[in-house]
């Protein structure tokens, strides 16, 4: 019998669980076979419906075993609570594997509580890396894989980045994207939001932008001069906003009138892959987002100086612009002109990369 703790805490790691607890609940379906044994643990570090809970009921995961509750704060708060109280959880449960995914405070404070109880600790989407120190997520990938057991990696440039500091071949399973399969899984049942349907967009072609990264958004004038370059860029077409609530505090600051940007409030998954996928391109300081846009085609601009994920630059739609809005304008006319590069999908990024994870863990020997 093969016991894990399943470790959830913010958006993007509810669609890289999903498709893992469903991967046990069909390993445990098959006869002839040991059962797996798991906690879903929620520790609560995004506590708001939009970006959250939405996400269980939508992706069709279980309601959570436990739910730490640690909300908002900064992030050393949030690390601390969330180290106190999932080592409470482990009084009562002590898993073998503890999984933990991406690169969020709560993937870092549950690897360190789970290595010094002694338990191993599995890493899905271990090894990428940015080269950005500045960024937190940065440090947590760093600090989270230097207490690694198993890699479960969606690329090979996470491979190598994990063979270049040392981790053996056998510690590493390139199995590709978790997030991935819940995107291939769910396209049939996405929903169209009805922003679409509105008088804001009246049948414009559109493009969908996302910030909310500190270099982007923390600075009122930068985030200023950001939203009025792409407001002007973007015209004809239209630009759809999901907008962060940190975002939108420090947006209404700013007094501005956007005539082509639509801000919406943050949407379920279902809602969002639908807008993402029936757009003409993508504008994101987001990771996450370039991974669906490569799979689904559209052409993507991240507003960033590095990437975690190259192989959506190197094979996919996604090309890294920089922070200067001014980089914006020549993409975005390739965008209008239809002239975008063309892409592939990267290996494994096939829908069934839970299913190589389970069997894999189920393979390994005590």
Not at 269 to 289: M, N, R, W
Not at 355 to 364: F, Q, Y
């Amino acid at each position: 019998m093969l016991k894990l703790d399943i470790i959830a805490g913010a958006r993007p790691n509810f669609m890289k669980i999903g498709p893992i607890i469903h991967a046990i609940l069909r390993h445990n379906d098959k006869s002839g076979q040991a059962k797996i044994q798991y906690r879903l643990i929620h520790t609560g570090q995004h506590y708001d419906r939009a970006m959250s809970a939405s996400f269980f009921e939508q992706l069709r995961i279980p309601e959570p075993d436990i739910n730490l509750g640690v909300g908002s704060g900064t992030q050393a708060y949030q690390t601390g609570q969330i180290m106190v109280k999932y080592e409470e959880a482990l009084e009562q449960w002590k898993p073998d594997i503890c999984i933990v995914v991406g690169d969020v405070t709560s993937t870092m404070a549950c690897a360190i509580v789970a290595k010094k109880a002694r338990i191993r600790v599995a890493h899905v989407e271990g090894g990428i890396r940015s080269g950005d120190m500045t960024m937190p997520e940065e440090v947590n990938r760093i600090v989270t894989d230097s207490i690694t057991d198993y890699f479960f990696t969606t690329s090979e440039y996470a491979n190598q980045h994990l063979m270049q500091v040392g981790v053996r071949e056998e510690q590493i399973f390139f199995v590709g994207n978790t997030m991935i399969d819940s995107l291939l899984s769910n396209l049939d049942r996405l929903e169209r939001p009805e922003i679409l349907d509105g008088p804001e967009l009246l049948g414009h072609p559109y493009a969908v932008l996302t910030l909310h990264r500190p270099s982007n958004v923390d600075e009122p004038e930068n985030l200023k001069k950001l939203l009025l370059m792409i407001d002007q860029a973007i015209a004809p077409m239209k630009a759809v906003f999901p907008i962060h609530p940190r975002t939108k505090r420090i947006f209404d600051q700013l007094g501005i009138s956007l005539g082509n940007i639509v801000l919406v409030d943050p949407m379920p998954y279902l809602s969002f892959i639908y807008l993402v996928q029936h757009s003409k391109a993508v504008i994101t300081d987001s990771g996450g987002i370039t991974e669906e846009a490569t799979v689904l085609g559209v052409p993507c601009m991240t507003m960033r100086d590095s990437t975690e994920r190259p192989e959506t630059v190197s094979m996919g739609t996604n090309e890294i612009i920089g922070t200067d809005p001014q980089n914006l304008l020549p993409f975005i006319e390739l965008v209008k002109s239809g002239n975008w590069k063309k892409a592939s999908i990267p290996p494994l990024w096939d829908g069934r990369t839970s299913d190589r994870i389970i069997d894999a863990l189920c393979n390994l020997k005590n």
